[in-house]
């Protein structure tokens, strides 16, 4: 399979997050990776939702899709980090990083000069999860963050970007 990457950008505003579904929908069955529209759709919501709750703006939505599965990159205005919260069971919001977190094989966040891009790596394996992995990937909150350096963004100036926050997913035993 080539690699295939499209991009796209809308205000963030509510009907954005439709729109950032219909786009990875299409941008990864083009890539002939319709396996993984599902769950890409769930975590694009997820990643544009935020956006347009917290931070305002305009939010990018990149994918890239290659053999080994696909990368979405969300980007927005502000430099903080999403935080993975504690909540109550009758809390309606504060589960989305432990969502992105159970669903992705793995995930951070790069800061760059004017705000930053969560992303996200989906590959078939992480789709495949049975349910009893995915609760155990949603109940750790052990992320084993670690701090790096970021591989460039295609397409940018690596000098203005700074350390990203990468995020291996595992399972507990």
Known sequence: MTARSASTSWPAEAASVPAARRFVRAALVDAGLAELTESAELLVSELVGNVV???GGNVEVRVHGDDEGVLVEV??????SPA???FSQSAS???GMRLVHSLSAE???RAHGDGKTIWVRLTA???DRDDGDLAAAFADVDWL???EQPEPAVG???SAERACLRVPVRLAA
């Open 156 to 158: 940018s100036d690596d």
């Open 107 to 109: 995930h951070g966040v």
């Open 93 to 95: 919001t504060g589960r």
């Open 75 to 80: 980007s927005d205005r502000s430099p903080v």
């Open 53 to 55: 709750l917290h931070v």
């Open 125 to 127: 394996a992480a789709a």
């Open 84 to 86: 993975l919260r504690t």
């Open 145 to 147: 963050a670690e701090l």
